[in-house]
């Protein structure tokens, strides 16, 4: 079973920041946390990933609370394209990915 | 950008037929992945593949699974006698190994059984 809890679904305004958030309590210290997004029934795509700082790329933020037992995505700018289903999954490098049902965001005109 | 191929991106067999479905990973990548997606429903990992080995496989992967890295470049996912079950989108996913690094997909392959 995946490590994660997500909302199923959320809303974002197109323009505005979409901050799509993860529970993962039981976390482990080696663990990092993965986020990728479904785009229809495409091949999930890699976002970004971390383990303990916060990290920028140029699709997105993520956010890691202290304690590493939750996560926020952060999507600066949301566009149409953006509306996707987005995983977090928690992993060791190299590990097998289990992915849970993820948050189905919808970025709306 | 070098990204993870799929071949063919769908296949319709009858039941009981083998499929091979084939993946180019990226070249200079050392793991590999086999995932499936059965229509409306989660991701699922099958089997991971390193050094020419199985180095992990799910309860999906049963004997009618077999995975193989043919040529150095090819990586490809073979049922031997389909069934309707087996119907599903299939991921392959390459990693290039060490810490901080993570996996990519390919686009898949949808498999119809009928």
């Known amino acids: 079973d995946a490590k994660t809890t997500q909302p199923t679904s959320m809303d974002c305004a197109e323009g505005r920041a979409a901050n799509l958030p993860c529970n993962h309590s039981t976390i482990s210290g080696n663990e990092y946390v993965y986020w990728y997004r479904q785009i229809h029934s495409q091949g999930p795509q890699y976002i970004i990933h971390g383990l303990k700082n916060n990290e920028t790329n140029e699709m997105a933020s993520l956010i890691i609370t202290e304690d590493r037992k939750s996560s926020t995505l952060i999507l600066p700018h949301a566009t149409l394209r953006d509306t996707a289903v987005y995983y977090c999954i928690v992993e060791y490098p190299e590990g097998n990915l289990i992915f849970g049902k993820g948050t189905k965001l919808s970025v709306k005109p | 950008e070098p990204e993870v191929t799929q071949t063919p991106s769908h296949q319709v067999t009858q039941m009981g037929q083998e499929v091979i479905l084939r993946c180019v990973p990226i070249s200079n990548h050392l793991y590999f992945y086999w995932y499936r997606q059965i229509l409306g429903q989660k991701v699922e990992f099958l089997v991971s593949?390193?050094?020419?080995?199985?180095?992990?496989k799910s309860e999906i992967f049963d004997d009618q699974f077999s995975v193989e890295r043919p040529d150095g470049s090819n990586f490809t996912l073979k049922i031997r006698s389909t069934k309707l079950e087996d119907s599903a989108m299939y991921f392959c996913?390459?990693?290039?190994?060490?810490?901080?690094?993570?996996?990519?997909f390919g686009p898949g392959t949808r498999l119809l059984v009928l």
């Open positions: 996913a390459s990693l290039i190994g060490g810490s901080q690094e993570t996996q990519y």
């Open positions: 593949f390193y050094n020419n080995e199985i180095s992990e």
